[in-house]
T-cell receptor, first 114, second 114 residues
Framework: AQTVTQSQPEMSVQEAETVTLSCTYD???????LFWYKQPPSRQMILVIR??????QNATENRFSVNFQKAAKSFSLKISDSQLGDTAMYFC???????????FGRGTSLIVHP | DARVTQTPRHKVTEMGQEVTMRCQPI?????VFWYRQTMMQGLELLAY????????DSGMPKDRFSAEMPDATLATLKIQPSEPRDSAVYFC????????????FGPGTRLTVL
């Protein structure tokens, strides 16, 4: 069974600084997808970024980027120029290619301080 | 911009009552998921549909929960009879048939069973 581990229950960062959230996963699959979802206080789950395992290039979306280390089974999220609106729970998720059923981590609570 | 919609957004009911939650997936998406989120258990997958057929409901308590897709534009999750331990936020998510396993979440239904 696949597992997703987010070892940092809580993190904080000053506005405008950079923060990295960690995620590790365990799988024997070779084709899979990794995701980061953001859940602000409104509780809406928002897709932040997606990475295909077969792509070596790290995905980026504006201020959000990932460091995908396939051999180490690590998938960290870097948030640059942190903004107050980035305050949220962040969930890492894994899905075997085509299985459609993701496994979610327990989440990391990020607080951005002014 | 296409979104998953859920109704009601909030529901307060008494123990023993029937609760029905509705979800309208994004038009054209062929996978639909129901999740339950609590502080203790995190995000749990309850049921999963593909092309309206239930493929996995192993995470759902069968004696009181039921999930259906009467048509491609409506998914329902029913609890009968409801219990206080069912209090949670219930999310619906839908995904496209492009094998990327990406899910788009609705805003959730916050259920409180007294």
């Amino acid at each position: 069974a696949q597992t997703v581990t987010q070892s940092q229950p809580e993190m904080s960062v000053q506005e405008a600084e950079t923060v990295t959230l960690s995620c590790t996963y365990d799988t024997s699959e070779s084709n899979y997808y990794l995701f980061w979802y953001k859940q602000p206080p409104s509780r809406q789950m928002i897709l932040v970024i997606r990475q295909e395992a077969y792509k070596q290039q790290n995905a980026t979306e504006n201020r959000f980027s990932v460091n995908f280390q396939k051999a180490a089974k690590s998938f960290s999220l870097k948030i640059s120029d942190s903004q107050l609106g980035d305050t949220a729970m962040y969930f890492c998720a894994f899905s075997s290619g085509g299985s459609y059923i993701p496994t979610f981590g327990r989440g990391t609570s990020l607080i951005v301080h002014p | 911009d296409a979104r998953v919609t859920q109704t009601p957004r909030h529901k307060v009911t008494e123990m023993g009552q029937e609760v029905t939650m509705r979800c309208q997936p994004i038009l054209g998406h062929n996978t639909v998921f129901w999740y339950r989120q609590t502080m203790m258990q995190g995000l749990e997958l309850l049921a999963y549909f593909r092309n309206r057929a239930p493929l996995d409901d192993s995470g759902m308590p069968k004696d009181r929960f039921s999930a259906e897709m009467p048509d491609a534009t409506l998914a329902t999750l029913k609890i009968q009879p409801s219990e206080p331990r069912d209090s949670a936020v219930y999310f619906c998510a839908s995904g496209p048939s492009d094998s990327t396993d990406t899910q788009y979440f609705g805003p959730g239904t916050r259920l409180t069973v007294l």
